[in-house]
């Protein structure tokens, strides 16, 4: 078979060389051992954890080195794609701090390695693909569907492996006559690999994460073009990974059972693969057994799920750091308020088989993120939120954002700093008794006679001063105790109970819950303060009609 007439024959209309290809996207003038990756996300619209997590490593890894991460927009599956998923896919990812240097951006290309769209490097394929043909390494399949599905069905009956390959490869050495034939026919084609490889045998080959894997040589004549001419991600990937000369691929482990044809689409085009790191899929615990998580059961999976129910960013990308690198809480419990760049991430620490997802260690690693911030911090990141989210909120935070911060300042700072939330939808229920519109008595009194409860709260009104220290304040808490017959002192109390209708801290929880309207607040003083005098005497005013 004359090869070279094939590929003329298959491809008349590409002039341009494989060398052409090469002077176009020259080699990347970096530093030694800087890493180049990609992000090769294919836009279906839906985000997802598992690219956060291949995003942040392939991040880290490209920054950490001096390297560069672009963003290649993998489209040629056009009936998965979903309009408007390229803005959807790269507004996430810029809300979790992962920026590209190159690549596709919501306006257009930036970079001298593009198109980053796949769909516009069709005739960068087929250079590649008609010097395949030219060499005999792939050739023209007219099978219809119906006959593939008559190829599965015998080798079904035969009990073999599916595909094509072998014996059921019905084109691959089909003659050239045929296929002239076929072509005048107007027949539609796709164009196969020809694949040299057995079953029988097998490849050694080193994953970065996985370590060293013995895998199955690849015997199938996977499609490298579709009929409209538009490669495979196989096809697709080799070729573009190495003319942007990406040196590491991180991608999901379910593209290792293709890495055998992957590793010889490489050789048969005469280049040097990239190294590879294949990331176990993140898993949950499920009952008694681990599982995948699953779109379809798993809302947690959508990075939708976590803005919507208000993580900080923050909070998602350290408790990510956490699961993906295993020294990482070592690192932050030794440097609790260093940036996260400065922890030097490793591939080396990532688990071969994967991570276990635990949506409580996020919510405790939430809490701590949001601890260590500043009431200002605190109250930007919740008022945006809470603008998408729950915009009556977000009215009453605006409205007095001193208030809104004077509240958000209670306990934080300290040694000891409140750790009371973990996601900006709780916030609300903490802050909400400030707020008259939110304000209601949902706790019960303690068990005291209702005169003296009124009374208390009555008397309180005419004592209260805002400007009272804190000691002067408790003083005539205690005062106003000993008045009631409550003893003043909880030791003194505990002691003789029968002496005492109660103790001093039954009368602060009656004005706890005749301001706050709850049995649990934070500190009175605080609170009382931030209220201010007439609005703690209007609620005891209330409290007591
Ligand atoms: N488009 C592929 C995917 O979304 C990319 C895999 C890769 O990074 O090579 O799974």
Redesign the pocket.
């Known amino acids: 078979m004359d090869f070279n007439y094939l590929a003329e024959l298959l491809f008349p209309d590409v002039t341009e060389t494989p060398d052409d290809m090469e002077a176009k996207f020259p080699r990347r003038d970096l530093p030694e051992g800087a890493i180049v990756s990609r992000m ?3 836009p279906t619209g839906f985000v997802h954890l598992g690219n956060l997590v291949q995003g942040l490593t392939s991040e880290r890894l490209t920054h950490q080195s001096g390297g560069v991460l672009f963003l290649r927009v ?1 489209d040629t599956d056009a009936k998965r794609e979903v309009p408007g998923a390229v803005e959807i896919l790269i507004n996430s990812l810029k809300h979790y701090n992962i920026t590209f240097d190159e690549g596709a951006t919501i306006d257009g290309d930036n970079g001298i390695y593009g198109p980053y769209r796949q769909r516009q490097r069709k005739d960068i394929y087929h250079v590649f693909a008609k010097k395949l043909v030219s060499e005999g390494k792939a050739y023209p399949c007219f099978c219809t569907e119906e006959e593939l599905a008559a190829i599965h069905e015998a080798q079904e009956a035969e009990k073999t492996n599916f595909g094509y390959y072998g014996k059921w490869a019905k084109y691959r050495d089909a003659s050239i006559e045929t296929i002239e034939e076929n072509l005048k026919k107007g027949m539609p084609w796709v164009l196969r690999f020809h694949s040299e490889g057995s079953i029988e045998n097998k490849i050694k080959f080193t994953d970065l994460i996985k370590g060293n894997l013995e895998l199955t040589e690849n015997d199938i004549d996977h499609v490298l073009l579709k009929s409209d001419g538009i490669p495979t ?1 196989h096809f697709a ?1 080799a070729v573009d990974d190495h003319l942007m000369h990406t040196t590491h ?1 991180v ?2 482990d379910e ?1 290792l059972p293709t890495l055998p044809f992957h590793l010889q689409l490489f050789f048969a085009l005469g280049w040097k693969p990239p190294k590879y790191l294949h990331i176990g899929p993140l898993m949950k615990m499920d009952g008694e057994s681990k599982r995948k998580l699953s779109k379809r059961k798993d809302p947690e999976l959508a990075l939708t799920f976590y803005q919507e129910i208000g993580y900080p960013v923050e909070a998602v990308y350290e408790y990510i750091l956490t699961v993906l690198n295993s020294n990482y809480e070592d690192w932050r419990r030794a440097n609790p308020f260093a940036d996260t760049n400065e922890f030097k991430f490793s591939y080396k620490k990532m688990n071969p088989a994967g991570s276990l997802f635990d949506e409580d260690k996020l919510r405790d690693v939430s809490k701590e993120v949001i601890s260590k911030m500043t009431a200002e911090r605190v109250y930007e990141l919740a008022l945006a939120w809470a603008k998408l989210y729950d915009v009556d909120f977000a009215e009453k935070l605006e409205a007095n954002p001193d208030f809104a911060k004077a509240i958000l300042a209670i306990g934080r700072g300290g040694k000891k700093p409140r750790k009371d939330f973990a996601v900006w939808s709780e916030l609300k229920a903490h802050m909400a008794f400030f707020y008259d519109a939110y304000f209601k008595v949902e706790a019960e009194y303690p068990d005291f006679d209702k005169a003296d409860i009124d009374g208390i709260i009555k008397d309180y009104i005419d004592i209260y001063a805002e400007n009272d220290e804190q000691t002067v304040w408790f003083d005539k808490i205690k005062a106003l105790a000993e008045k009631y017959g409550f003893c003043p002192d909880t030791k003194q109390y505990k002691a003789n109970p029968d002496a005492y209708k109660g103790h001093v801290g039954d009368v602060s929880m009656i004005l706890r819950v005749a301001v706050t309207g709850r049995q649990n607040s934070p500190d009175m003083y605080e609170v009382m303060r931030i209220l201010g005098k007439e609005k703690v005497s209007l609620r005891l005013a209330n409290a007591a009609k």
């Open positions: 090769a996300p294919s993998e991600y990937h691929v991608r999901g593209w």
